[in-house]
């Protein structure tokens, strides 16, 4: 299999965030980001989040991301794909349509974008995947799925939006003593049938990651452990539509649709028990790195590309043993443009000695 390249050659920073304007240029391997806390750090891996995905992976709204004295933001990214040079342009502008456009042509549908340049984040953020709601795990599944494939991200979009109307329609039943079999089914039929694809995919995705997850939780942790990931879905059990027609008269009541793929989640296991509980601070990193490196390993399997890896703090996050055998593993050829945020400049300048790096680059940020 052979995996082609990818990589951000350079980014100008309009109005995003702390940068009023700003352009950075990358060495197409490894990159070191570096500067004191506040300096845009977090920031600087944002945008290229936002590049790749056409979301901020902080911001959940779009609002917050413009700097604080302005209304609008614009990202220009040249990319470099398989030797062929594409350029991105984002503008967003409050109480406007955002624009996207690739090599000049506006972006007209998000599927067909979203899968291109495909990218994996890891931050301190990410315990919230451990500790946080199903929700949060979902939205992994679906940032990670879309990129693999505009059919899910598709059948995702329409889900979501009959979903929106399903409910809606219950609530108006409720509301007027109401009923309409044939509007009901209409929106059945729709939401079936995108649940069925979605399902699909999830349950493939889950299959496919655990044999990765395990290896790279093995080559980090060194333990005896037994960890899991296990895909919990009501159609693991029953058809999406015996599932919706089982479940009518209780939806009606609840004005509501009370189960379907937006309620799935997974459930993280260690040794059998669940890793929020018993999963020590040093495990649950561990399980957080492998599955994103595991998720990494996909997409590039999906894609036939190195995906861009972006690094948030890592090394705060772990101690300098296990820093030191994941910089080895994302050192070698199974990976492509690496980004990495630290605060200190004498551990990377250490690192790259120690490794004998001699393709990188390292951006400094404020007075470090
Ligand atoms: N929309 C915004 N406009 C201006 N500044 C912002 C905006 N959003 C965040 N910031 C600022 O960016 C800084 C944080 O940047 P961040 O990338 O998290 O820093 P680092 O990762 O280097 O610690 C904070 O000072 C914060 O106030
Ligand atoms: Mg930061």
Do not use: W
């Not at 991301?65 to 794909?81: A, G, K, Q």
């Not at 669940?274 to 994103?292: A, D, R």
């Not at 690094?311 to 080895?328: G, T």
Request: proline share 2%; charged share 25%; with cysteine.
């Amino acid at each position: 299999m052979s995996i082609g390249s990818f990589h951000l050659r350079h980014i100008k920073l309009t109005n995003f965030k702390n940068y009023t304007t700003r352009e950075f240029s990358f060495s197409d391997k490894l990159n070191f980001i570096v500067g004191n806390n506040g300096q845009g750090k977090t920031n600087l891996l944002d945008a290229i989040y936002y590049s790749c995905l056409t979301k901020s992976y902080l911001s959940t709204n779009d609002l917050y991301v413009p700097n604080f004295d302005s209304n609008f933001f614009r990202i220009e990214t040249n990319f470099s794909l398989n030797s062929d040079k594409q350029l991105v342009e984002i503008k967003y502008l409050k109480q406007e349509k955002k624009e996207i456009k690739l090599n000049s042509s506006v972006i007209e549908k998000q599927s067909t974008y979203i899968g291109r340049f495909p990218c994996v984040i890891i931050t301190p953020d990410d315990n919230s995947l451990i500790l946080g709601h199903g929700e949060v795990r979902r939205r992994f599944l679906d940032f990670t799925l879309s990129q693999f494939s505009s059919e899910y991200l598709s059948n995702l979009m329409t889900y979501n939006k009959i979903l929106a109307q399903r409910n809606a329609l219950l609530k108006s039943f409720y509301d007027h003593r109401s009923f309409d079999r044939a509007l009901l089914d209409v929106y059945n039929t729709s939401l079936i049938a995108s649940a069925r694809v979605i399902h699909r995919y999830r349950l493939d995705f889950i299959q496919q990651l655990t044999p990765i997850f395990d290896t790279f939780y093995r080559q980090i942790f060194e333990g005896y452990e037994t960890s899991s990931i296990t895909y919990d879905s009501e159609l693991n059990n029953i058809d999406i539509e015996d599932l919706i027609i089982k479940n009518e008269d209780q939806d009606r009541k609840a004005q509501r649709t009370t189960q379907g793929v937006h309620t799935d989640d997974l459930t993280f296991l260690l040794n059998g028990y669940p890793l929020k509980k018993i999963g020590s601070q040093g495990q649950q990193k561990t399980f957080l790195l492998s599955l994103k490196l595991a998720q990494f390993e996909l997409l590039k399997k999906e894609k036939l590309v190195y995906p861009v890896l972006l690094l948030d703090d890592i090394f705060d996050k772990l101690d300098a043993d296990r820093v030191s055998k994941i910089f080895k593993l994302i050192h070698q050829e199974a990976f492509g443009q690496v980004f990495i945020t630290h605060t200190e400049t004498s551990n990377i300048e250490s690192l790259i000695t120690d490794n004998q790096i001699i393709n990188y680059n390292i951006i400094k940020l404020g007075s470090i």
